[in-house]
Nanobody
């Protein structure tokens, strides 16, 4: 079993910044791709940014140039630096990780519990 725990959400004014963190722990051999998703009120969950274990990144068009995803492989932690925040970035943000556990050669996808980001205008 593995767990992903997010932190860093909160309330910020438009134009401000926040940094989200997500730490994976448990019976982990390796964490492959990690990603951030978000779910605005009344809408479907959408991919925000993704990073492979080798550091390759991709972003949703709506956040390119404003958000940066990074990771620390030694700590199995992924970060999302969010700058120039807009009211439309308001959402519950979820961390996602593709985990190879110590007891299996298979990959399993784990989700964090979510952290709320609210951007006021």
């Amino acid at each position: 079993q593995a767990q992903l725990v997010e932190s860093g959400g909160g309330l910020v004014q438009a134009g401000g910044s926040l940094r989200l963190s997500c730490a994976a722990s448990g019976r982990i051999f390796r964490v492959n791709a990690m990603a951030w998703y978000r779910q605005p009120p009344g809408k479907q969950r959408e991919l925000v940014a993704r990073i492979t274990s080798g550091g390759t990144t991709n972003y949703a068009d709506s956040v390119k140039g404003r958000f940066t995803i990074s990771r620390d492989n030694a700590d199995n932690t992924v970060y999302l630096q969010m700058n120039s925040l807009k009211p439309e970035d308001t959402a519950a943000y979820y961390c996602n990780g593709v985990v190879v556990p110590t007891y299996s050669a298979n990959e399993y996808v784990y989700w964090g519990q979510g952290t709320q980001v609210t951007v006021s205008s």
